[in-house]
């Protein structure tokens, strides 16, 4: 059974990642990472990591890929030409992604780790569970944990300072003197969600 | 299941995510490639978390998640803002840092 679980899942974690470097369309890649995000979910369910498959659930499948969706939509869903500024990249990239399978591949059979051929230790029964983990962030990581609110902060702080509409009009004077070519400074004022109105 | 398979199968998801990064060249779907490379490494986490019957590996894959998220957040703000400048949406186009 639980060999089943792992292949189907196994399965659809690689299917979601290869949809997402083969799709043309970035929107479909994005649906494909939804797939791949939920088969790992199953995966952390199986390594008995509740609440770190429920926060990939809810945080990542959830929030973070509202945002690519809203994104994906603003920009549009163009596909990138096919003219290749690298000669022989598309041959190129796959072959050394293998190689590097191959070469990490080799580290992981041949390490001397000897429990990697185990199932793991039998372990209680709330191993990973929110109490455990709550318990774990709130008084051996406690700074860590808060270290990360901060660095939240920081991020949401500089997206809207990034999209910011008040932002691009400054910089696109810049823009225009290194000859860029634009159609006036009104261009931006386009109606249209952003990262800095989402928030 | 042997933990060895967790960890052969997050180092093929890494891999495919490194291939899709030098593959693709909308910052968008690098993004989303780098998202793979980091749910990989939040796998052989949560797996060698279980592998020595020790939670704080789980702990690391949540920071990591929410570094993540971080990077989705300034990432993307960036390429709304690349976006508002009508620059072109490829990074071999994007070498120079000024304009």
Redesign the interface.
């Known amino acids: 059974m639980?060999?089943v679980l792992?292949f189907a899942a196994?399965i659809g974690?690689?299917g979601g990642?290869?949809g997402?470097?083969a799709m043309r369309n970035?929107f479909y890649?994005?649906l494909a990472?939804i797939i791949?995000?939920f088969s790992?979910a199953v995966?952390?369910l199986?390594?008995?990591?509740a609440?770190?498959a429920a926060?990939?659930v809810v945080?990542?499948a959830g929030?973070?890929m509202v945002?690519?969706v809203f994104?994906?939509a603003?920009?549009g869903g163009?596909e990138?030409?096919a003219w290749e500024?690298?000669p022989g990249?598309?041959l190129?990239?796959?072959l050394?992604?293998?190689a590097?399978?191959v070469e990490?591949?080799i580290a992981?059979?041949a390490s001397s780790?000897l429990?990697?051929?185990?199932?793991?230790?039998?372990?209680k029964a709330g191993?990973?569970d929110p109490a455990?983990?709550g318990r774990?962030?709130l008084e051996?990581?406690l700074v860590?944990f808060e270290a990360?609110s901060v660095?939240?902060l920081?991020?949401?702080v500089?997206?809207?300072?990034?999209?910011s509409?008040r932002?691009?009009a400054t910089?696109?004077s810049?823009?225009a003197?290194?000859?860029?070519?634009?159609e006036g400074e009104p261009?931006?004022a386009a109606p249209g969600p952003?990262?800095g109105d989402l928030a | 299941?042997?933990?060895?398979?967790?960890?052969?199968?997050s180092?093929?998801?890494?891999?495919?995510?490194?291939?899709?990064i030098?593959?693709?060249?909308?910052p968008?779907?690098i993004?989303?490639?780098l998202?793979?490379m980091l749910?990989a490494g939040?796998?052989s986490l949560?797996?060698f978390?279980?592998?020595?019957?020790n939670?704080?590996g789980?702990?690391f894959?949540?920071?990591v998640?929410?570094?993540?998220?971080?990077?989705?957040?300034?990432g993307?703000?960036?390429?709304?803002?690349i976006?508002?400048?009508?620059?072109p949406?490829?990074v071999?186009e994007l070498r120079e840092l000024?304009?």
């Open positions: 639980e060999a792992f196994a974690a690689l990642a290869i997402v470097i970035p890649s994005v990472l791949h995000l790992l995966l952390f199986l390594l008995t990591a609440f770190v926060a990939q945080v990542y929030a973070v945002l690519y994104v994906v603003y920009i163009g990138e030409s500024s690298i990249q598309r190129l990239a796959p050394i992604g293998i590097l399978f990490l591949a992981v059979l780790l429990a990697l051929g185990t199932d793991g230790p039998d372990v191993f990973g455990e983990i774990l962030l051996r990581f860590p990360t660095l939240l920081l991020a949401a500089g997206a809207i300072v990034l999209a509409r932002g691009a910089g696109g810049g823009a003197s290194a000859g860029t070519p634009r261009a931006d952003s990262i | 299941m042997n933990i060895e398979w967790y960890i052969v199968l180092s093929l998801l890494f891999a495919v995510g490194a291939g899709g030098l593959l693709r060249r909308s968008v779907v993004l989303l490639c998202e793979l749910n939040n796998l949560v797996a978390s279980r592998m020595v019957g939670q704080e789980q702990v894959a949540l920071v998640m929410v570094v993540a998220a971080c990077e989705v957040v300034v993307l703000g960036l390429i709304v803002a976006f508002r400048r009508r620059l949406l490829d071999d000024r304009g």
